[in-house]
């Protein structure tokens, strides 16, 4: 198994095969951003994108994204998904730790379904999003 940091220009390549997870994980967002923005956040260097190899095969995904508030700066985890989750997760935590140390931020953001919390054990809930549409 590696983690490997996918340059925009090499999106192409791996697309077809993280589509798949990336519309699976943000089928729990509220519609917020369709894989299509996705790719484009990626391709504009707006998101970072890992992907978990298995061999010549792409077993998971993360995208991330660098915020601020006024207080704080944090390394979001826009999508995430995959299979073997047991396999890549605990390795691609440290990777994305590594990563917000190098970014400079304070915190690492995640949203996600309650199910998370089983397996996110150094990671705390801090909130809860209430939505209602219009």
Known sequence: MMIRAVEPSYLDFYWARIFPQ???SLNNTGN???PLHVYDKIKNKNYILLVVMEGRGVLAHVTLEKGEVPNKTFLNVV???GEKLKTWLGDILKV???IAKEMNCQSIYMAGRRGWEKVLTDYQPTFTVFTKEL
Request: with cysteine.
């Open 22 to 24: 990336i519309k699976d």
């Open 32 to 34: 917020e951003q369709n």
């Open 79 to 81: 999508t995430c998904g």
């Open 96 to 98: 994305i730790e590594k």
